[in-house]
């Protein structure tokens, strides 16, 4: 029986995570709530992010946590694809947030995702805690981390903090990254077409986008300040995905979902095209094979296979055979 993509293609690699191109920003309970019922009809294509750091009311920080973990741990929760934003290294809150979240429901959440990352020996420190927190807890999973890359020292560590253990994904933050060059970066490079050609805000992307991908991470794009104009939104996302390499982009209104899926997911040409090369290496046993008068081997197929399951991921529809012989 021929091998498995996995097994024939990439042996002894750490595979490269196949997550969703989008996550949702939520901070209110109420919004939360909304947000799962949009993820159930959308059938689990988007990412939640339950936001600790700016969703928290000043004072309230610890019921905000337990909230979060309520939330977790309700029955919107129908796909475990929920993941939560604590506090930054340098507020005092981060650890009372970890406290709270990994025992409450750290075989639950999605992933924990870390704030204005300035030094990879900070993210080392919370990475380490938030491990320690889980085995005291009987937690027997590693939580993925995510890693907002928003200040000047954050790009300058970029490489190192990627090659964290349990880093999953370097998110590049907008916003802050601007604001941190004290005007020599104009407010108008917040949005597009400044943020993809500004030659400062362009070469951190760029870079962000490199050490994830050479770590095995996944890169994932700043929010679009349009927020119902789909059309603007969904050519945001493609430039992001396209030019600049990254395969994840934040959400934080319900109508950027749609456009952000639909941008950085899998054409349907190129998923059948997958299928059909798959299949034939597949039955030669991941040997050289030919298609539509084009040679393909490994090379080729890795690249196949990962679009394969990234379409999977989106719910992009299947054929049955294709199912049988790598997804059952």
């Known amino acids: ?18 997550i969703p191109v989008c996550e949702h920003f939520a901070g209110t309970e109420e919004r939360i709530g909304k947000a799962f019922e949009l993820q159930a009809k959308m059938g689990g294509v988007f990412d ?4 600790c ?3 928290a009311p000043t004072g309230a920080e610890k019921a905000h946590a337990e909230m979060v973990v309520r939330m977790q741990q309700s029955g919107l929760n129908k796909f475990n694809m929920a993941g939560v934003r604590i506090h930054d290294y340098t507020n005092a809150h981060w650890k009372d947030d970890v406290d709270i979240i990994v025992p409450g ?17 900070q993210l080392a420190e919370m990475i380490e805690y938030i491990r320690e927190k889980g085995a005291k807890a009987g937690i027997k999973r590693e ?3 995510h890693a907002l890359m928003e200040t000047h020292g954050a790009l300058r560590q970029v490489w190192e903090i990627a090659a964290l253990p349990n880093v999953q994904v370097l998110d590049f933050g907008l916003m802050d990254f601007v604001s941190a060059h004290h005007g020599a970066i104009p407010s108008s490079a917040m949005r597009s077409p400044g943020q993809f050609e500004h030659a400062l805000l362009h ?3 760029a870079e962000t986008v490199a ?9 994932a794009h700043n929010v679009t300040l349009e927020l119902k ?9 493609k430039r992001a995905h396209d030019q600049f390499g990254f395969l994840r982009q934040w959400s934080i209104y319900p109508a950027q979902i749609e456009p952000i899926t639909r941008a950085m997911s899998p054409a349907l040409p190129e998923v059948e095209e997958a299928e059909a090369i798959l299949m034939k290496a597949y039955a030669a046993d991941w040997g050289p094979v030919q298609h539509e008068g084009s040679l393909h081997d490994r090379a080729t197929y890795r690249y196949y296979w990962e679009q394969l399951q990234r379409a999977r991921v989106m719910n992009i529809e299947i054929p049955p055979t294709i199912k049988a012989a790598f997804f059952s």
């Open 1 to 18: 029986m021929p091998r498995h993509p996995n097994e024939a293609l990439f042996e002894g690699e750490k595979p490269f995570p196949i």
């Open 48 to 51: 939640i992010t339950m936001d």
């Open 53 to 55: 750091e700016d969703g």
């Open 105 to 121: 429901a750290g075989e639950r959440v999605a992933y924990i995702t870390v704030p204005k990352t300035t030094k990879a020996e």
């Open 143 to 145: 939580i993925p981390i």
């Open 203 to 205: 070469r951190a992307k």
């Open 211 to 219: 050490a994830a991908l050479a770590n095995g991470v996944v890169p």
């Open 229 to 237: 104009d789909t059309e603007f939104i969904f050519n945001d996302a």
